[in-house]
């Protein structure tokens, strides 16, 4: 059974979280700290379908508790010490006698907790605390992630990638959409690639033409690479295995079953999302970051619009200066 691949991403990125608290000074570790309290509140909010909210943004520096919810009466500290000391200090802290109806819950966002939670802790106001289940760690927290249906663990990635962003392994299909994809993650996107051959005033006009307000912004960013990605194409049409035909034919697909389906704008990103979900789908694949796959597309899709293949051209529309 093969792993969900945004689990793959929220793997990677929690511990590169970790990485990171581990390495920073004291100064920045406070403002870490802080950034980590409201990481948790909306990220346990997601997971375990709690209404946590800060107490630090109410009142500074309350003893004992950085989380609360008082609807499903829980209180949480959030803490980079993960010592059985730590949570008896918590524990013993007087304000928690008025919270005697409250579970107590301690979140470790650096260390291993997996012996702290086969110890017995002192607990003079009696809050519920079962320490194998109120002790949370990355490990444990992978492991809750681990049994959800696809469609919650993927919300849960786009949270993670939202707040945390970065690289994360994930998937290509054994296909020509694939083999292209799989070639251009391998090229460095940056200004060393952008191509003079694309006639921006033209395509500025498409996008006017289109009234495409929202994906202008994509237009813009990924036109430049144009040249590029003829590049990669003309080399697989050399070899006869006449790839760009394949690909472009792929998009222009989705794009004729979706070009009714809404607003220019909520097309052009649904025929983004419906060539992720046929590289995804495939039985077949061979890992890759998932941002480059998002980049690989999102360039190709705007590629497409360039050269013509989806949505409508002005009168005389001419993408490509003379070279």
């Known amino acids: 059974m093969?792993?969900?691949?945004?689990?793959?991403?929220?793997?990677?990125?929690?511990?590169?979280?970790?990485?990171?608290?581990e390495t920073r000074g004291k100064l920045n570790l406070l403002d870490l700290h802080l950034h980590s309290e409201n990481f948790y509140l909306h990220f346990f909010n997601l997971l375990y379908g709690?209404?946590?909210?800060?107490?630090?943004?109410?009142?500074?520096?309350v003893e004992a508790i950085d989380l609360i919810d008082h609807t499903n009466k829980i209180i949480?500290?959030?803490s980079a010490t993960c010592t059985k000391q730590k949570i008896e200090s918590a524990l013993s802290k007087p304000i928690l006698n008025n919270y005697k109806n409250y579970s107590f819950k301690f979140i470790s966002i650096s260390k291993d907790a997996t012996e702290l939670r086969k110890k017995a802790f002192k607990n003079p106001y009696s809050l519920t605390f079962a320490p194998i289940a109120d002790i949370f760690d990355i490990a444990s927290l992978l492991n809750d992630i681990l049994i959800k249906k696809a469609e919650e663990i993927q919300v849960i990635y786009k949270f993670i990638k939202d707040e945390l962003g970065g690289e994360?392994?994930?998937?290509?299909?054994?296909?020509?959409?694939?083999?292209?994809?799989?070639?251009?993650?391998?090229?460095?996107?940056?200004?060393?690639?952008?191509?003079?051959?694309?006639n921006s005033f033209e395509i500025e006009r498409k996008i006017t033409h289109n009234d495409l307000k929202d994906s202008k912004e994509i237009i813009d960013e990924y036109c430049v690479f144009y040249k590029k990605v003829d590049e990669k194409y003309s080399e697989f049409d050399t070899l006869g295995v006449n790839k760009s035909a394949s690909v472009l034919r792929s998009i222009r697909k989705e794009y004729l079953n979706l070009k009714n389906s809404g607003t220019p704008d909520t097309v052009f990103q649904s025929v983004i999302e419906k060539i992720?979900?046929?590289?995804?789908?495939?039985?077949?694949?061979?890992?890759?970051?998932?941002?480059?796959?998002?980049?690989?597309?999102?360039?190709?899709v705007v590629d497409a619009f360039i050269r013509c293949k989806i949505f409508e051209n002005p009168q005389?529309?001419?993408y490509a200066t003379s070279r």
């Open 276 to 300: 992720k979900e046929k590289v995804l789908e495939s039985p077949n694949f061979e890992r890759i970051p998932i941002d480059e796959l998002e980049l690989c597309i999102d360039i190709l």
């Open 2 to 21: 093969n792993r969900n691949p945004y689990f793959d991403y929220i793997d990677e990125k929690l511990h590169v979280l970790v990485r990171r608290i």
């Open 76 to 78: 949480i500290q959030v």
């Open 50 to 61: 709690y209404r946590l909210e800060n107490l630090n943004s109410k009142l500074q520096n």
């Open 316 to 318: 005389n529309y001419n």
């Open 168 to 198: 994360v392994d994930v998937v290509k299909l054994d296909s020509n959409l694939a083999s292209v994809i799989n070639t251009l993650s391998k090229e460095k996107w940056d200004e060393t690639n952008e191509s003079e051959s694309v």
